[in-house]
T-cell receptor, first 114, second 113 residues
């Protein structure tokens, strides 16, 4: 089944403790992206990647890192999480060959930083 | 991405048609209009997209105004499973900007049994 898989689904951590949220897709998509969703603010893009070893900042990249060493994986790294990064995170992927290829989203990771 | 304006919420009776409006008065000539929806506790899912002509697929229809400054997503028979937040997004048709999608707050659709 074609899908975007995020892990974990839920994560509670403390300020400053490095964490990684994994994202994997099995559709051979070149494009991958991370979003955060907060009440009243909608979905905001954090980082995106057009292909392996190519990443770029979205609208809210501060406090986050990403890497794209393989086509299928696009982990989101929080080196020193803070409470304002408590949010619902979504990973998405898409083909690059067609600009109107739909985005496929994972089911989300709910992160709480205390 | 150009901005879109949608009502915060709408209600529909089950099995009735639903028309979800979206205003995008600053749309450029090459922007596509995309719709996504987000069911409770899930990630957004693609619904439909179009450029100028009206579009139909198995999920919905998209009606685009002649001047392209507005569009309407049509669900022909709302079911309880259609209760979701619906997002109208403008997407550039070229360059990296086509992948920097801006999701607004969307319209929360409630379906009444």
């Amino acid at each position: 089944e074609a899908q975007v898989t995020q892990n974990p689904r839920y994560l509670i951590t403390v300020t400053g403790k490095k964490l990684t949220v994994t994202c994997s897709q099995n559709m051979n998509h070149e494009y991958m992206s991370w979003y955060r969703q907060d009440p009243g603010l909608g979905l905001r893009q954090i980082y995106y990647s057009m292909n392996v070893e190519v990443t770029d900042k979205g609208d809210v990249p501060e406090g986050y890192k990403v890497s794209r060493k393989e086509k299928r994986n696009f982990p989101l790294i929080l080196e020193s999480p803070s409470p304002n990064q408590t949010s619902l995170y979504f990973c998405a992927s898409s083909l690059v060959s067609s600009y109107n290829s739909p985005l496929h989203f994972g089911n989300g990771t709910r992160l709480t930083v205390t | 991405d150009a901005k879109t304006t949608q009502p915060n919420s709408m209600e529909s009776n089950e099995e009735e048609p639903v028309h979800l409006p979206c205003n995008h008065s600053t749309i450029s000539g090459t922007d596509y209009i995309h719709w996504y929806r987000q069911l409770p506790s899930q990630g957004p899912e693609y619904v439909i997209h179009g450029l100028t002509s009206n579009v139909n697929n198995r999920m919905a229809s998209l009606a685009i105004a002649e001047d392209r400054k507005s569009s309407t997503l049509i669900l022909h028979r709302a079911t309880l499973r259609d209760a979701a937040v619906y997002y109208c997004i403008l997407r550039a048709n070229s360059g990296a900007g086509s992948y920097q999608l801006t999701f607004g707050k969307g319209t929360k659709l409630s379906v009444i049994p």
